[in-house]
């Protein structure tokens, strides 16, 4: 009994920390080039959103003529369509913060904003409705971990930790690393060197959207088979945290977002019982989180140009 509560910890975990570290990845780039992202709560509802919406609708045809087909390349198509309106969305928060030098905590506040409003009108198009998609019956494949009983995952979690040691090899191995990470904390002497501030950081906050996207879809077509209104319940922000106390490292958001991850899976293991009130259990993993940040923020030392608008 207890290896199979282990296990079932050991997986709610696991699949907990998903788009979690999708996300804190994403915003690990943003803020290494020097640009705050608040904008990842609303990009993960943007990604969620494309990843079903799209996947839903390119199978619809093939339903119709069999409802018990399952089109497999569909999926595949939202995962693109995530990627693609993430990154049109952090592109917009990019312009927004960079060109035009706005505050980059109220463009990503309206980010987030637009990230409730702008769904609703979309399904209210679609399907009559303002909360919910239809389901889609077309959804990337499981793997199991090591053959192991009861340690089957879908793909996007093997995707999210093999790109851990992928982030880590592009950001500080690399010579985009290097010019990132300049920009991110002396952008005068970047420029001086012939880089780019303002190509670099455009770059950052997009790929953060790209890797947000992913971690919405993993909520819609991975996680579950539909859209549904404020699914993301506040991951953005877990992300964000799970980044500060991760002290911007690739491995350090990887044991963070697993803290967090398995914050969220304490609370899914103590919902099904009687030992707390139900309000109490969900809000477990936001007052740890509290918790840890105050604890540990201030001990983390942000890029020095973070926040900070660059005049050329």
Known sequence: MDTVILLALASSMLRATTPLLFA????????????????????????????AVTTQLVEAPYLRAD??????????????AAMVLGA????????????????????????????????AVVLAGLYHNTSISDPIRSRLPELSLFGIPGLSFNVLVYVAFLLVPVVWFVVFRTPFGLRLRSVGEHPEAADSLGISVTRMRYTGVML?????GLGGAYLSIGNLNQFISEMS????????????????HP??????????????????????????????VQSLPYVLTMLVL???????VAPKAIGKAWNK
């Open 67 to 80: 409802p018990t087909a399952r089109v497999w390349f569909a999926p595949w198509l939202g995962l693109l």
């Open 24 to 51: 804190a990845l994403g915003g690990l780039f943003s803020e290494r080039s020097g640009v705050v992202n608040i904008a990842l709560e609303g990009i993960i509802l943007f990604g969620a959103m494309a990843a």
């Open 294 to 300: 105050a604890g540990f923020v201030g001990r983390s």
């Open 251 to 280: 491995l350090g958001v990887l044991g963070a977002t697993l803290l967090f991850g398995a914050f969220q899976a304490t609370e899914v293991l103590l919902g099904g019982g009687k030992l707390l009130p139900p309000t109490v």
């Open 233 to 248: 319940g506040g991951r953005g922000f877990i992300a964000l945290a799970a980044l500060i106390f991760g002290k911007w």
């Open 208 to 212: 953060s959207g790209v890797l947000a």
């Open 88 to 119: 049109l969305v952090a592109g917009v928060h990019a312009l927004v913060s960079i060109r035009y030098k706005a505050d980059q905590i109220i463009s990503g506040t309206a980010i987030n904003l637009m990230g409730l409003g702008i769904p």
